[in-house]
Nanobody, 115 residues
Framework: QVQLVESGGGLVQPGGSPRLSCVVS????????MLWFRQAPGKQRELVAG???????NYADDIKGRFTITRDNAENTVYLQMNSLKPEDTAVYYC?????????WGQGTQVTVSS
């Protein structure tokens, strides 16, 4: 059974730099593209960043240059390094992957940017 577990969220001051982690179990992690999404209150879930099995990355325009997605296949983990956080980055952050045409999601980790 595929499971994704996120961690690393919390209350962060504007300008802060937390790192989110997502550990994946139950699949051959190294062949999976991994994605980070976020959902702010009252808004639709949106794609933040993605990384392929070949380490190619892509980012949403509003976080480009501030966030970095990486992966460690030995640890079955994908990371999202977030820098220069703004209040509008406040959201629940989810990691995601597709296996056999099915989407798998973690439970999400809340990131709140506030002074």
């Amino acid at each position: 059974q595929v499971q994704l577990v996120e961690s690393g969220g919390g209350l962060v001051q504007p300008g802060g730099s937390p790192r989110l982690s997502c550990v994946v179990s139950g699949s051959i992690f190294s062949i999976n593209a991994m994605l980070w999404f976020r959902q702010a209150p009252g808004k639709q879930r949106e794609l933040v960043a993605g990384i392929s099995s070949e380490y190619m990355t892509n980012y949403a325009d509003d976080i480009k240059g501030r966030f970095t997605i990486t992966r460690d296949n030995a640890e079955n983990t994908v990371y999202l390094q977030m820098n220069s956080l703004k209040p509008e980055d406040t959201a629940v952050y989810y990691c995601n992957t597709y296996i056999g045409g099915r989407a798998y999601w973690g439970q999400g980790t809340q990131v709140t940017v506030s002074s």
